[in-house]
């Protein structure tokens, strides 16, 4: 049972390659349409990041998320377990000052995607032994959009944590147009990028560039 749900995740997530994190104080033009127009464009993860709505508010918004992304997209809410149970979602991201990964796993059962941030090889591997899917590893570079997040860590830092786990690693941070190839030459198996899509006048070719841009390193390696 636990090897089967171990496959098909690992399987979701070998799919992955532009990574959809919300932010409703950035976007344009609001957290549902950036959502629709990533799922539209090929995105196959979409990650609800909300810090300023209420309970009440997120669990409408995140309802209305799982039914955009459906069957076509993998939809992980940031933080809020008590979210991501509400709506059936198909798992969570978590940071390194949350509940611990086993506690979560408990929670949310064997068949729910767990992501956790990490900020080096130490947490990285102690993530994967804690029964995370995947690591997010950030900032890769400088970034304002979050504002506690510290300094860049350089997109060498991608291959040493890389090398240390099996499970994929998720690059954030500062991600950009102009720096997104040295991500992905870096190994990162999927990349995020906030600012770069969201506050955006044109959510689908922004995010087309990026699905294009890795599908050619990744092809070319
Ligand atoms: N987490 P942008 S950096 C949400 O390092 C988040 O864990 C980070 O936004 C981490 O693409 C970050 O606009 C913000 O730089 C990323």
């Known amino acids: 049972m636990i090897a089967k749900n171990f496959s098909r995740k ?3 997530l070998k799919e992955i390659d532009f990574y959809l994190v919300t932010d409703s104080g950035l976007s344009k033009k609001g957290t549902l349409s950036d959502v629709r127009e990533a799922v539209e464009s090929g995105c196959r993860i979409v ?3 909300e810090k300023n709505k209420s309970t009440k508010e997120m669990v409408e918004e995140a309802s209305e ?3 955009i992304c459906s069957s076509r997209a993998i939809f992980l809410i940031n933080d809020r377990i008590d979210v991501a149970l509400a709506v059936d979602a198909d798992g969570v991201h978590i940071g390194q000052d949350d509940m611990p ?4 796993r408990k929670l949310l059962g064997e068949e729910k995607i767990i992501g956790l941030s990490v900020q080096d090889r ?3 591997i102690l993530a994967e032994k804690a029964g995370a899917d995947y690591v997010g590893l950030g900032p890769i570079f400088n970034t304002a959009t979050k504002k506690d997040a510290g300094e860049g860590l350089g997109p060498e830092k991608i291959r040493e944590v ?3 786990i099996k499970i994929p ?3 954030i941070g500062g991600i950009y147009k102009e720096n997104c ?3 992905i030459q870096n190994g990162a198996d999927s990349l995020v990028a906030i600012s770069a899509i969201v506050c955006s006048d044109d959510v689908k070719r922004e995010i087309k560039f990026f699905i294009d841009i890795i599908h050619r390193i990744k092809k070319s390696d």
């Open 10 to 12: 690992s399987f979701l």
């Open 65 to 67: 998320i799982k039914r």
């Open 101 to 104: 990964v086993e506690t979560a």
């Open 169 to 171: 690693v998720v690059a």
């Open 162 to 164: 890389k090398s240390a």
């Open 47 to 49: 990650q609800y990041r």
């Open 122 to 124: 130490e947490e990285a």
């Open 181 to 183: 190839e040295s991500v």
